[in-house]
């Protein structure tokens, strides 16, 4: 078979021409080659409905090429604003519309000026964009955003009917508003009839509360379980939390009906400090499924006396399984000393709640949950542990640092045991999961310390070969008001000794809102990690 450069030679072109065609067509049969073996979609947040963060099938990245020099930042797509929410990714997507039709490998982009985009996966061009409507601008004056407040949760794909389901956050006349929409994978256009958001509930009185879009965040990722749409809701600043809420909706996927039924976290008509929410944002983390079809959250702070709780009016600061038809709340746990993170605005529900796959038929099934105090729970997901005032039902309580932040898992190649990797303060840390004679974590590693200026934490992604060449992937805050830079770190799970080998460091992305959080998620395909941030999406892979 003829090399590159004899192709190029026999071409009869003066030197440097012949360079600049080796170099082409090698980007060119890199590009094939990605494209032909790139079958890894990453159609929801953290990969899957137990939000596990996990990419079991990467085959060309492993440690030793990720911490040579051909792995780098490959290209930089310019976007229109911020982008809060974790890419999307699917292979083989048939364009339908614009100047680029045909077959690609796209990744999904939204970003806070209500903008869709679908990028070409491996050579970042934009192929199509579309503008969902106005964003809402600084609502209520909350500073914990950029001032464009659009599209912020990281919406949901459904492969099967070639959708992509989005919640755009727009100012209408009329004043703010949610709209559901579901999108064509190939064109962006609506493929159903986009829904407004509207809900009510009744609270414990007897009367009627009405969903207030003006005062209602929608951050937490979308879940697509059971045949239905199902999203969370929570507050801008905690401001109006006289008349916000913490709500889980839900929509028939098919049609976009409501559901019947819904959620609020507190129903209490009064609170001393009149000051409801029990919010569902979760620092971004989605909404996870267990296989149940139950919906599992984390719920944050509501009234600051912290007098209000009673685990089924008002359900702060817990995590909590709610029935798929979003009837009952199912299980709950609420840690003893709940009072207390009311008071001091320690929520819970500053990170998700990480659903383990089963364990070779291990019971009981399994849970982790975070927050802002430090403290993740190993909960029984079979049976979350309710709530007690001298002691937490869980089967076990681990120091991880401060938590806006969400856990991931994988499992290890050295020893076949399951890991959750948690992201608080400034290290991840690696637990190895014992399930005999009764679940337990135990530390096993350490990285070194990540740049982070703004609240502890940040979040992660792990790639793997099945159970081998297993990384971490981990985006951090910026450094702080003044160093608006993100960046990309790899570390290696399977270092010797305790101290994971850092693989990478490199610039991936600006942040100027310092006192907005940046929760960035990695994603990681196909020889390929994206990081999306302040107006831009990096790409990062090995170089041709």
């Avoid at 996990?54 to 051909?70: G, R």
């Avoid at 982008?83 to 048939?94: E, K, S």
């Avoid at 990028?119 to 964009?129: F, N, P, S, T």
């Amino acid at each position: 078979m003829p090399t590159l450069r004899s192709y190029a030679q026999a071409t009869g072109l003066p030197g440097v021409v012949r360079l600049a065609l080796i170099f082409f067509l090698a980007s060119a049969f890199l590009a094939s080659a990605l494209t032909a073996a790139a079958q890894v979609a990453v159609t929801t947040y953290h990969y899957d409905n137990y939000r596990t963060g996990w990419n079991s099938s990467e085959t060309l990245l492993t440690p030793a090429s990720v911490a040579s020099s051909s792995f780098g930042l490959l290209g930089t797509v310019t976007l229109d604003d911020q982008v809060d929410a974790q890419p999307l990714l699917v292979p083989n997507v048939n364009i339908t519309a614009g100047s680029q039709q045909g077959k690609h490998a796209v990744v999904y982009v939204v970003t806070g000026n209500d903008t869709v985009y679908a990028i070409g996966a491996a050579a970042g061009d934009v192929l199509l964009k579309r503008s969902l409507g106005t964003p809402v601008r600084w609502p209520l004056g909350c500073r914990q955003n950029g001032p464009n407040v659009g599209i912020t949760s990281t919406p949901v794909i459904d492969l099967a009917n070639n959708i992509l389901y989005v919640m755009a956050y727009t100012q209408d006349a009329t004043g703010p508003a949610y709209r559901l929409h579901a999108l064509d994978l190939g064109s962006l256009t609506d493929k159903i009839t986009p829904q407004i958001v509207t809900a009510s509930h009744t609270l414990t009185n007897g009367t009627k509360f009405v969903f207030n879009a003006t005062y209602e965040r929608q951050r937490p990722g979308l879940l697509l379980a059971n045949g239905n749409i199902y999203a969370g809701f929570g507050s801008f600043c905690d401001m109006g939390a006289d008349v916000s809420r913490g709500w889980l909706l839900g929509w028939n996927a098919t049609t976009l009906t409501p559901l019947s039924a819904n959620q609020v976290l507190d129903t209490q008509p009064t609170s001393p400090n009149t000051f409801f929410l029990s919010s569902i944002w979760m620092s971004g983390y989605g909404l996870a499924a267990d296989d149940s079809g139950n919906v599992v959250f984390a719920t944050g702070n509501s009234d600051p006396s912290g007098t209000t709780y009673d685990g089924v009016s008002n359900i702060q600061e817990s995590a909590v399984k709610v029935s798929s038809e979003l009837s009952t709340v199912v299980d709950l746990f609420t840690p003893s000393d709940e009072s207390i993170l009311d008071q001091q605005d320690w929520d819970l529900g500053a990170g998700g709640v990480l659903i383990l796959p089963e364990q070779s038929g291990s019971k009981p099934h399994l849970a982790v949950a975070a927050g802002k105090d430090g403290n993740m729970y190993l909960m029984n997901e079979d049976h979350l542990g309710g709530y007690s005032t001298s002691k937490n039902n869980v089967l076990g309580t681990y120091k991880i640092g401060g938590c806006l932040c969400g856990e991931s898992y994988f499992v290890d190649p050295k020893d076949g045991a399951a890991r959750v990797v948690t992201s608080g303060a400034r290290n991840v840390i690696l637990w190895k999961l014992k399930t005999s004679p009764s679940p337990a974590l135990t530390k096993v590693g350490i990285s070194p310390l990540i740049v982070n200026g703004q609240g502890a934490g940040f979040f992660t992604s792990i790639s793997s070969n099945g159970r081998t060449n297993a990384i971490i992937w981990a985006v951090s805050r910026p450094a702080s008001a003044i160093s608006k830079d993100i960046s990309l770190y790899a570390f290696n799970p399977d270092s010797s000794g305790s101290i994971m080998t850092q693989l990478f460091q490199g610039i991936a992305g600006t942040w100027p809102y310092f006192g907005a959080h940046s929760n960035l998620v990695p994603i990681v395909a196909n020889g390929r990690v994206y990081v999306a941030s302040y107006k831009q999406l990096q790409i990062f892979g090995l170089k041709p």
